[in-house]
C-alpha cells in the first residue's frame, strides 16, 4: 500500500512554470507505475502524464505534450510534474496516482491510489 501527498500547486499567470510533487510513502515505491491526473471546474478527471517504475517510459496527454514533463526518484519516492507554459486551460485539481501494473496506463479506473489533490490556478 502507498500513500501519497502532492504539493507545489498554486495561481500564476498565463505563460509561467510551477512545479508539482508527490510524496509517496511505503518501502516499495519503485514497483508502482505513476501517474498525473488532473480535474478542471465542470470537467472529468483526465490523464495528464505517466511514468514507468524505472522512469525509462512516459506518456503524456496530448493537451499538455512538449509543455509538461514528468519525472521520478525512486530513492526519496517522489514524483514531479514540471509544468511550463501554462494556460488557463490547465486551471485544475492535481491528483497524483499510483498502480501496480506494469506498462504505462491512462484510464483511473487502473489506479488503485490516489493523493488528494492539489490545485492549480492559471489566471491573468
Known amino acids: 500500500q502507498v500513500q501519497l501527498v502532492e504539493s507545489g500547486g498554486g495561481l500564476v499567470q498565463p505563460g509561467a512554470s510551477l512545479l508539482l510533487s508527490c510524496a509517496a510513502s511505503?518501502?516499495?515505491?519503485?514497483?508502482?507505475?505513476m501517474a498525473w491526473f488532473r480535474q478542471g471546474p465542470g470537467n472529468e478527471r483526465e490523464f495528464v502524464a505517466a511514468?514507468?517504475?524505472?522512469?525509462?517510459?512516459?506518456r503524456y496527454s496530448d493537451s499538455v505534450k512538449g509543455r509538461f514533463t514528468i519525472s521520478r526518484d525512486n530513492v526519496k519516492a517522489m514524483v514531479y510534474l514540471q509544468m511550463n507554459s501554462l494556460k488557463p486551460e490547465d486551471t485544475a485539481l492535481y491528483y497524483c496516482?499510483?498502480?501496480?501494473?506494469?506498462?504505462?496506463?491512462?484510464?483511473?479506473?487502473?489506479?488503485?491510489?490516489w493523493g488528494q489533490g492539489t490545485q492549480v490556478t492559471v489566471s491573468p
Open positions: 496516482a499510483a498502480a501496480q501494473r506494469l506498462g504505462i496506463r491512462t484510464t483511473i479506473s487502473e489506479y488503485e491510489y
Open positions: 511505503g518501502r516499495t515505491f519503485n514497483s508502482y507505475l
Open positions: 511514468i514507468a517504475q524505472n522512469g525509462d517510459m512516459t
